[in-house]
């Protein structure tokens, strides 16, 4: 049986894997993350999944491997990780009392079995309004620099959240039921899981 392979350093994917039962290995891929000009936020989440994946892929052509990327956007603009604390605080100023959409693209690929599936999931999220001492406190206490969007809905940014609409462990990172159908298509073994 071919191994999976996640190509993500993310402890936020790895953990949501673990907990469907799922054996995995992993080997983050060094890619270049930078969105092309004019590119659609869909057909950018779903590129970096699949170079992530790709790369891997190249490198253990016989096993599955698993590439994800998280990205929040409001208003047409993708919002990746922030480069630094200022950033942060203007990602979260542009997000109090409006909704964003977090979308994850998913790529898993077997190299040698020719096998390429591909999918994207998104959730509407809407913030309450932030009083500028929530967003310092935040940016002061939470570790925003490693989350799109500079912030992580499973912490204390779960306070900032009114309402969303579609699938909670796709804001985590993974979407997780996705993934699952995915990999059961595809002919990984996974144990748990909410799907048949």
């Keep these: 049986m071919s191994k999976l392979i996640l190509a993500s350093a993310s402890p936020r ?34 590129r970096m999944a699949y170079e992530k994946a790709q790369h891997v892929s190249w490198k253990r052509p016989t096993a599955f491997v698993l590439g994800a990327d998280t990205i929040v956007t409001i208003d047409d603009e993708i919002l990746g990780k922030p480069q630094d604390l200022a950033e942060a605080r203007r990602m979260l100023r542009g997000l109090s009392g409006r909704t964003h959409t977090v979308m ?33 406190t935040y940016v002061a206490t939470a570790k925003p620099l490693d989350k799109a969007g500079a912030y992580a809905i499973q912490d204390s940014a779960r306070a900032f959240v009114e309402a969303f609409d579609g699938c909670y462990t796709n804001v985590v990172g993974l979407p997780v039921q996705r993934t699952v159908d995915l990999m059961r298509a595809a002919g990984v073994e996974v144990p748990y899981g909410t799907g048949a």
């Design 13 to 46: 994917r790895q953990q949501l894997l673990t907990q469907v039962g799922v054996s995995f290995t992993i080997e983050p891929a060094d890619i270049d993350e930078r969105p092309t000009s004019g590119e659609a936020p869909r057909d950018y989440v779903l």
């Design 104 to 136: 994850t693209g998913l790529a898993l690929l077997h190299h040698d079995r020719g096998i390429v599936q591909q999918d994207t999931v998104s959730t509407a999220v809407r913030f309450r309004h932030l009083a500028e001492h929530d967003i310092e």
